[in-house]
């Protein structure tokens, strides 16, 4: 399932804005006859509207934190013209209005695919609503305006609630050609109304994929081979069994599932398991031994990814010379809830309740697994306890559907256990790059090469992002890739290849900079002129952070920046370092993204982005040993706790430039400017992550 | 299988479990009262944390037998309307993102304020470094501990 997960992810990718043309067409596709039920009233595939005055609207880019449920809802009220407090949200089925074959939200791509046929399907039921009214009052609809659930009779005042027009409108013909407000009529888009799934979530209510029960509910938890690939040679399930509410022992392709009255009789026969595993040929590969053979590969010429000018002669004749390399380990996701599906499998059907970033993968591997047409597997998406990349997969759920198969029509609930999480997840890759850079005797540059060896997914892109694309004007340039052969299952972990590789070209590009007796800002900003909006935030975060002005005694500062996710952002770190032990104070972020729909939620996903990549920074690393990821828990992959949180001041730039993604925008620029931040205080480079405190004293 | 009876959200609760099964699971599986959340297994995350004669506990590593005759305080005791200090702060200054690990800081935090009038960021971090958030709001609760701390005061009567 691993490589249909990639293939799709990647094609969907390449055509996301082709599938944002989807949503356009498809919410325009006739309701009218379809039989209603009671409650709310279909207007179109995102807007429902009750005869009570609700609104419901359909939420179909999952939220995992990254504020979905308000944002796609203010796009939607925008035009709606509806009342805030009368907003309900759901999140719909597997649809291709939805975005299928590959619903889901992923590539910080919800605003940026839902900006045009949100508005539009919000501004539709309202000309609807609109139309509906006129009849009713018997004028011309221009004589009607909307606001604030109701629609108004201009020229008598008369007023007609959305609730008590909801079944006269919903029956009319979808409107063509509405003209959408222009930015100066805004009143939801730009401002931070509360967020609408708050109030579920400080009292225990809301609803995670963990949290599903289905009646006569059977639970399972998963023994997997701990070598990547290794496969079942044979178990013994006696002891198991007679574990306290163990029901059933069964072998799927993935383990041994041990089927139990509760989570915890499940993970207690479990560990009663005697399984005997063919461990594969993956079972020697330890990290020391990985980077030995990748530093080989990084000695050798690799593919070319970018090229121009001869990066290779003008480092020859380069008056000074800048040679690094920087590696980057494996990396977990650890959302905070564990991977889980809850599946009932019967003859006729499968019901799929998770919490997933890309439904339809969870429906295709239903299908497979299950034999069955895929409209009768339905995914019921649930919120998600986090999503990072990690629940863009969809193999917890292929283990998942089989369980439920061999225990049909029982339906059965998969808990994954931290253990697993860390052990068994598909990977940021490790990463490691030898540069070389050449600078002239004014202190230009000249040449920048780079060398990358990386395990790529969803084609090579995903291991060079961040460094084939660096923005920087040198004239002399060679981007190189080498795939190392590795059987660590690897995909996207939030900022995918940024994640790495900013660290590394912004790093090694402070380097440069020493290396020619030029201030890291100043250095950047001779070459960012091609990119102003890079520019822009560079400037922007320098003068936000005082940027070359007097710190307090121990202080020191450094800069990164990035343009990923149709966004760019620049962050500036001040960090003291004391006997090794890196504290980060302060972090002063600029951004721009764009249009702003909810300024409150871009200041929570910078700094989430700025608190996901620190982690990386001084604490995280997944390491091998003997086929096997030595970190277990949190006690050895140990994210930062709310102690190690800095300050963080974001500034976002006002633009009427389409919306920019912004979940993944602030995770890569935070740890390069951490670590140069480290070099101003210490006068060493950090070039392997996670820093330890032996190295910098 | 034994009966374990003990005071549940301020109700009278009897389970009949494995006396060694831990409190969450029989929170979660055999009462349904899923505010409780499964984050580590290990003690080392706080997503479990409930509230046993008061004290902020980690539910995944409590035996349900070592809390008979205890009283025991969910997320979903706290209050029925969203009405306790903490969870008014929580809205005021919408601290959750993704909202998993929220049951278990909210409860921390409330066990703080309610023997600490006014907590200094240095106390928030102390009493809160327990509790994991891999959406990174931190900064939100700390300014959110502070905002409940004062309606505390306020609910207590108290002017500070």
Request: proline share 5%; with cysteine.
């Amino acid at each position: 399932m691993k490589s249909l997960t990639n293939v799709n992810r990647r094609s969907f990718l390449k055509t996301g804005a082709a599938v944002g043309g989807g949503l356009l067409v498809g919410f325009q596709l006739p309701v009218r006859g379809q039989a209603q039920t009671a409650g709310p009233i279909k207007f179109n595939a995102f807007v429902k509207v009750g005869t009570d005055d609700t609104v419901t609207f359909e939420i179909h880019k999952s939220e995992m934190g990254q504020g979905t449920v308000t944002s796609l809802s203010q796009l939607l009220a925008e035009e709606l013209e509806c009342d805030w407090k009368k907003i309900r949200t759901e999140f719909p089925g597997v649809e291709p209005v939805y975005g299928a074959p590959m619903m889901g939200a992923y590539g910080s791509l919800s605003i940026r695919t839902s900006w045009q046929p949100l508005r539009q399907a919000g501004a539709a039921a309202r000309e609807m609503l609109i139309q509906a009214a006129a009849q009713q009052w018997k004028v011309d609809k221009s004589q009607c305006r909307a606001e604030n659930n109701t629609v108004v009779n201009t020229a008598t005042n008369a007023r007609l609630t959305y609730g008590a027009l909801a079944e006269a409108a919903a029956k009319l013909p979808a409107p063509t050609g509405i003209t959408l407000k222009t930015a100066a009529q805004y009143k939801v888009i730009g401002t931070s109304p509360k967020r609408l799934d708050t109030p579920a979530k400080v009292n225990g209510s809301i609803g995670f994929g963990l949290d599903v029960r289905r009646p006569g509910m059977l639970y399972a938890s998963l023994e997997r081979c701990p070598v990547f690939e290794g496969k079942v040679a044979s178990f013994d399930a006696t002891k198991a069994m007679a574990v306290p509410g163990v029901r059933k022992v069964v072998q799927i392709s993935n383990g041994v599932a041990v089927i139990a009255d509760n989570t915890w009789s499940a993970m207690e026969g479990r560990k009663a398991l005697v399984i005997k595993w063919d461990e594969g040929k993956w079972a020697n590969v330890s990290t020391p031994g990985l980077r030995q053979e990748w530093a080989g590969l990084a000695a050798k010429p690799g593919m070319s990814m970018r090229k121009a000018g001869d990066a290779a002669g003008a480092f020859a004749g380069a008056a000074k010379k800048v040679e690094a390399v920087y590696e980057a380990p494996y990396l977990s996701h650890a959302p905070m809830e564990p991977l889980n599906a809850t599946v009932e499998v019967r003859p006729d059907g499968c019901d799929i309740w998770v919490s997933s970033q890309i439904q339809s993968l969870a429906q295709q591997t239903a299908a497979m697994v299950t034999g069955l047409p895929a409209n009768k597997c339905l995914v019921h998406t649930q919120y998600l306890g986090g999503g990072f990349g990690r629940r863009g997969g969809a193999d917890y759920v292929t283990e998942a559907v089989e369980i439920a198969k061999a225990m049909s029509p029982t339906p059965v609930k998969l808990t994954w256990t931290r253990e697993d999480d860390l052990q068994h997840d598909t990977y940021r890759p490790a990463s490691y790059v030898k540069f070389s850079g050449g600078l002239d005797a004014q202190g230009s540059p000249v040449s920048f090469s780079a060398r990358v060896v990386c395990p790529p997914f969803g084609g090579n892109g995903t291991a060079v992002e961040g460094i084939q694309d660096m923005h920087y004007a040198i004239p002399n340039v060679a981007v190189e890739f080498t795939a190392p052969d590795t059987g660590t299952p690897v995909s996207y972990w939030r900022s995918v290849g940024y994640s790495q590789n900013t660290y590394f070209m912004e790093a090694f590009l402070d380097e440069m900079a020493a290396a020619a007796g030029a201030d890291p800002v100043e250095f950047r900003r001779k070459l960012l002129a091609g990119t102003p909006r890079l520019l822009n935030v560079l400037n922007l975060v320098a003068e936000k952070s005082d940027w070359g002005k007097p710190l307090p005694a121990g202080r020191f500062r450094g800069v990164g920046v990035v343009a990923n996710i149709g966004s760019f952002n620049a962050q500036v770190a001040e960090v003291s370092v004391t006997q090794g032990k890196v504290k980060v104070h302060r972090v002063v972020c600029a951004v721009d993204c764009g249009q702003v729909i909810n300024p409150a939620i871009i200041e929570a996903q910078i700094q989430s982005g700025i608190v996901y990549g620190m982690s990386t920074v001084t604490k995280l690393g997944i390491t091998l040993d003997k086929g096997r990821v030595v970190q277990k828990n949190f006690n050895n992959y140990d994210p930062i706790r709310i102690d190690e949180m800095p300050v963080v001041e974001v500034h976002i730039v006002p633009s009427r430039e389409n919306p920019g993604g912004i979940g993944e925008a602030s995770t890569p620029s935070i740890v390069p400017a951490v670590v140069n931040a480290v070099y101003a205080a210490t006068k060493k480079r950090v070039r392997m992550l996670p820093i330890k405190a032996a190295d910098l004293v | 299988m034994a009966a374990v009876k003990f005071t549940l959200n301020g109700k009278s609760q009897t389970v009949d479990v494995t006396p060694q099964m831990p409190l969450l699971w029989v929170l979660r599986d055999s009462l349904g009262m899923t505010g409780t959340k499964f984050g580590c297994g290990m003690a080392l995350c706080g997503a479990c944390a409930v509230h046993i004669n008061g004290q902020p506990t980690r539910s995944c590593v409590t035996q349900v037998s070592t809390v008979a005759g205890k009283t025991v305080t969910t997320i979903e005791g706290l209050s029925s309307d969203n009405s306790h200090p903490v969870q008014k702060a929580w809205i005021e200054a919408d601290v959750p993102q993704c909202g998993y690990c929220q049951s278990g800081q909210i409860m921390t935090a409330a066990a703080l304020v309610a023997k600490t009038t006014n907590p200094s960021d240095s106390d928030i971090d102390e009493a809160m470094r327990g509790n994991l958030c891999r959406c990174g709001t931190y900064q939100a609760i700390r300014q959110a501990v502070h905002l409940a701390a004062r309606y505390q005061a306020q609910a207590k009567g108290g002017a500070r």
